[in-house]
């Protein structure tokens, strides 16, 4: 062995993880095993390899990341429910330059929101709506949203969801595709080590998008898990993510831009 | 000098366009102007009035219940604001138009031929000039040519070449008062 | 020079809006305001702003969040009905303490109501609105000319105390053409820069700047509930505008705002004709209320009637400042009706007693 051992630190060995630099050292109130962690440390990867921190705008309404700003290290608003695409859209308009995503919960994006997601994507808003989809308001304590599964039990579904009575989950992504605002819309997961890597690929590609002023509106979907508000331990809200919401929320892209389809 | 004024008929007749010129017409004398449309489902094809006031003076109320000139082209308008006219007022109306002739005996009344006269002009539409032109014989608050300058601003510019039109039927409209 | 020109109020206020270097404007088409809507879309963009027409009054005003946000001058304007959608984003605007500039032009209600003009809207617009503990600055113009000026004033007023400056109109101020004269307005020297505090990227590194209205921990939401209201007892000590007519010699007081003032004002003419000493005053700035000019003109009159196109809501602030030393009487039409100066005349020889005060 040649290494020399110097104020008992090896000196050959090499930084191989390193805090992500826009992420504030700070403990985040997520419930052990909750994909948010991961997503913020995705999109902060992404905005600091691109280069960009100088003029990135986050924007995070209400829901679990809520207070994203206390972890995300970029400039942040904090939105009304359901409204962060508007929020975009006025900050994008206005100065176009400005590299803007939005972090939305599938109650805030695809219930009280729905009619300003489909009018930003509609209107091509050229920002990235990052659109973490969990299947249950896991902020108000795990009621029904319009993503939960046919017969998946919440607060608001004691018996499981009946779909006669309560509605069909609801696939807003493929809904969105079919607009031709959209620009690339993919769902992507975090439930395993591949699934970050390639959830990570879609992010940094969105954001490369606009940066390069490409046309339309960007949004990565992550089917990701609640384990409060589904009670599984962690590792089994990810193996039923596996055995069962991917079955119905398949993984990949959605919408690529038109000079990438094969 | 301050003249209230409500000019009322049916949507379509210039009725709106025709206060607008008066109003334009005294600015450009340097004068206090209002113009008040009536808004709403009247805009779309029912009946149309506005109210105009020019005044050497600055105006107060835009909302205005008694005039010195009512400006009548339609019986429903001659209906709703024959009791309108102040005393000694004046009611300027279109004949064809108006079915019944007002009764007021304290208001001078002015009969005008306008839709008549209109249709010898080849232009239908030239009914509106036609009775401005009569509203300024009998109350010459405004220049000719003032308001000649004032169709080039409520005119759009691809209708300017009809203005010399409108001169004319303003001036027949002067010559038609006192006539019947 | 700027020379005359014959405008709407609606387009009037556009126009000036566009002058004093509006960057975005984010509306919603609801009669009697959708000239103005129409206008920016016509203008807006060559003249360097944004102009969406959004999906709803709801998006129009968090459109404005987020560009204000961002350090931009933005407003959006809309009648009643569209005012009510907008209370939610509005309260989020005032505690993130966010300048704008937010028009209304008010139709008769309740419900969906009329289009004609009305000023029904008054509780809404200076008691609050939308939830919690918050006000706006709100400017009531009386013509064409003023709804230009008060556009001025009000980004100005908006930069200056971070905080969102409503300009309550109604429906015939916004339809009817009255001459008006944009005054000289330096941009550049007028504009606050507020890179300070917006969010705009973290430029050169700087410490992240957060745009919220959240503040889970009772003591940090009481500190920013604080900070509101000493921002709003200063305004209440600087901004507060009035105008009065014929006050000097007054035995009778006429309390009247926007359009109502005007047709008071004639009143006043015709009350002067039958010997009557009436006056009128006139509150521009509805908050802050002129609460101390009419308590001081209170003390001189006999009695005082308030004009409204509602069904007495400035009354209660009138009587407020009154507070009970003189007969305080109120006339008003609802609905989309507007009193008439003969009924308001009517209305000020039943109260009216020739025994001035001091």
Redesign the interface.
């Known amino acids: 062995m040649s290494e020399k051992i110097k104020d008992n630190v090896i000196e050959s060995m090499k930084e191989v993880w390193e805090r992500t630099k826009l992420l504030h050292d700070a403990p985040n109130h997520y419930c052990p095993g909750c994909g948010h962690g991961v997503v913020h440390r995705l999109i902060m990867e992404a905005v600091e390899e691109l280069g960009v921190m100088d003029r990135t705008i986050a924007i995070a309404p209400v829901g679990c990341s809520v207070l994203a700003y206390n972890y995300l290290n970029v400039d942040t608003q904090q939105a009304a429910h359901g409204r962060a695409t508007a929020c975009a859209t006025g900050i994008k308009r206005v100065f176009p330059d400005k590299i803007v995503f939005t972090y939305q919960g599938d109650g805030d994006l695809a219930a009280i929101g729905t009619g300003e997601t489909i009018h930003a994507v509609n209107r091509g808003d050229k920002f990235l709506i990052v659109f973490i989809n969990n299947g249950i308001y896991g902020m108000t304590g795990g009621q029904m949203a319009p993503t939960t599964l046919e017969g998946a039990k919440t607060s608001t579904s004691p018996d499981g969801r009946d779909v006669d009575l309560m509605g069909h989950a609801i696939r807003i992504a493929e809904m969105l595709a079919l607009l031709p605002g959209a620009y690339y819309i993919t769902r992507q997961a975090v439930n395993s080590a591949k699934a970050v890597r390639k959830a990570k690929k879609a992010i940094k590609k969105a954001l490369q998008y606009q940066i390069d002023g490409k046309g339309g509106t960007c949004l990565v979907e992550v089917v990701s898990n609640c384990p409060s508000g589904w009670k599984m331990t962690p590792e089994e809200s990810n193996k039923y993510l596996d055995d069962e919401v991917f079955d119905f929320y398949q993984l990949g892209d959605i919408k690529v831009p038109p000079k990438e389809e094969k | 000098m301050n003249e209230e004024i409500i000019i009322a008929g049916f949507g379509g007749q210039g009725v709106l366009s025709m206060g607008?010129t008066l109003?334009?017409a005294g600015?450009v004398e340097?004068k206090?102007?209002?113009?008040?449309?009536s808004?709403?489902p009247e805009m779309r094809g029912g009946t149309a009035n506005c109210i105009v006031v020019v005044s050497d003076d600055k105006v107060?109320?835009?909302?205005?219940?008694?005039f010195d000139t009512t400006i009548i082209l339609n019986q429903p308008s001659m209906d709703k604001f024959e009791s309108a006219v102040k005393p000694g007022g004046n009611i300027v109306y279109e004949a064809n138009n108006v079915m019944n002739p007002p009764t007021r005996d304290d208001a001078k009344v002015f009969k005008i031929p306008a839709a008549e006269e209109a249709k010898k002009l080849n232009n239908p539409r030239t009914m509106n000039m036609i009775i401005l032109g009569a509203f300024l014989a009998v109350k010459p608050i405004i220049e000719i040519s003032s308001i000649l300058e004032a169709l080039k601003?409520v005119l759009p510019k691809r209708h300017h070449h009809l203005i010399p039109l409108n001169e004319k039927a303003l001036r027949l409209g002067m010559e038609l008062v006192g006539k019947d | 020079m700027n020379k005359k020109q014959l405008m709407k109020g609606n387009e009037a206020l556009a126009e000036a809006a566009i002058r004093a270097g509006l960057q975005g404007y984010f509306g919603y088409p609801i009669t009697p305001q959708s000239e103005l809507l129409e206008y920016m879309s016509r203008e807006l963009h060559k003249r360097g702003g944004a102009f969406v027409q959004a999906e709803s009054e709801i998006a129009s005003i968090n459109m404005v969040y987020g560009a204000a946000g961002a350090g931009a001058r933005v407003m959006t304007s809309t009648s009643s009905p569209g005012y009510s959608l907008m209370q939610e984003g509005i309260s989020y605007i005032a505690c993130a303490e966010l300048p704008c500039l937010l028009v209304n032009v008010v139709r008769g209600g309740p419900g969906l109501g009329t289009i004609q003009p009305s000023q029904g809207d008054y509780f809404q617009a200076v008691k609050g609105g939308g939830h919690g503990d918050y006000k706006l600055i709100v400017l009531a113009p009386n013509s064409v000319q003023e709804m230009a000026d008060f556009t001025y004033i009000g980004f100005d007023l908006a930069d200056q105390y971070r905080m969102p400056v409503l300009i309550l109109t109604d429906g015939a101020l916004g339809q009817m053409m009255e001459s008006v004269v944009f005054p000289e307005y330096d941009i550049e020297k007028n504009r606050t820069n507020h890179s300070s505090w917006a969010t705009t990227g973290r430029v050169n590194g700087r410490e992240q700047h957060v745009i919220t209205s959240l503040h889970l921990q009772s003591e940090d939401m009481e500190k920013q509930n604080q900070i509101l209201q000493k921002k709003y007892r200063k305004i209440e000590e600087n901004e507060v505008r009035f105008e009065t007519i014929q006050t000097e010699d007054a035995d009778f007081l006429l309390v009247a705002y926007g359009l109502s003032a005007r047709i008071a004002h004639k009143a006043v003419n015709l009350a002067r004709e039958e010997g009557l000493k009436v006056g009128l005053l006139r509150p521009i700035s509805l908050y802050p209320f002129p609460y101390q000019a009419i308590e001081d003109l209170s003390a001189k009159v006999s009695g005082i009637l308030t004009v409204e196109m509602s069904a007495g809501q400035m009354v209660e602030d009138v009587r407020l400042a009154v507070n009970g030393k003189v007969p305080v009487g109120f006339y008003g039409r609802m609905g989309g009706m507007i009193p008439q100066p003969d009924e308001i005349l009517e209305e000020i020889k039943k109260l009216y007693s020739p025994k001035r005060r001091q």
């Open positions: 607008m109003a334009y600015m340097d206090e102007v209002i113009w008040m449309p808004y709403g107060s109320s835009p909302i205005i219940n008694k601003k």
